[in-house]
């Protein structure tokens, strides 16, 4: 199974909604072995901050 950072980011951002609670912890929580043991949270966090930076130039 082929994990790519754009959709680990969505699926965070998706759960940390969800439950109510920060990216970090819903990555320390609910975010399987299998992805932690793929990317840390810092790529993953960086990779969201850059795609909401985009976003906001395009306001």
Excluded: Q
Excluded at 14 to 33: D, G, I, K
Excluded at 39 to 56: A, R
Aim: glycine letters at 4%.
């Amino acid at each position: 199974m082929e994990f790519k950072i754009g959709n680990i980011a969505d699926a965070l951002i998706s759960v940390s909604a969800m439950f109510n609670c920060t990216l970090e912890e819903a990555w320390e929580r609910y975010t399987h072995p299998i992805i932690t043991e793929k990317f840390s949270f810092e790529e993953v966090k960086k990779y969201i901050d850059k795609k909401v930076e985009l976003g906001e130039k395009f306001k």
